[in-house]
């Protein structure tokens, strides 16, 4: 069973940072755009940042632009969210996703096969 497994979440101050990892136990998704998404309670679910299958492009959501930086390993293999300044409206649980494509796409309906969730809570 193809898996994505999720880690690095916990709870932080506003301002501090986290950095979250996304790993592709079965190194299948290595060409194909990954990205995060969160969901805060009683939220839907909501696009947080995506980079397309080399690593050179990347989307971010309004909300988190210049906070967080998503990366891949050169495999391809895991993907990190890097996530600086953190604010209380930033606590949710964060999924990592995998596409059904190259690019870097923004809505859900574009990813195919999504992680169990970790937790971040930003205290103030």
């Known amino acids: 069973q193809v898996q994505l497994v999720e880690s690095g979440g916990g709870l932080v101050q506003a301002g501090g940072s986290l950095r979250l990892s996304c790993a592709d136990s079965?190194?299948?998704?290595?060409?194909?755009?990954m990205g995060w998404f969160r969901q805060a309670p009683g939220k839907e679910r909501e696009f947080v940042a995506s980079?397309?299958?080399?690593?050179?492009?990347?989307n971010y959501a309004p909300s988190v632009k210049g906070r967080f930086t998503i990366s891949r390993d050169n495999a391809g293999i895991t993907v990190y969210l890097q996530m600086n300044s953190l604010k209380p409206e930033d606590t949710a649980v964060y999924y990592c996703?995998?596409?059904?494509?190259?690019?870097?796409?923004?809505?859900?309906?574009?990813?195919?096969?999504w992680g169990q969730g970790t937790q971040v809570t930003v205290s103030s």
């Open positions: 980079i397309n299958w080399s690593g050179g492009f990347t």
């Open positions: 996703a995998a596409s059904n494509n190259g690019g870097a796409p923004t809505m859900e309906y574009n990813y195919v096969r």
């Open positions: 079965g190194r299948t998704f290595s060409r194909n755009a």
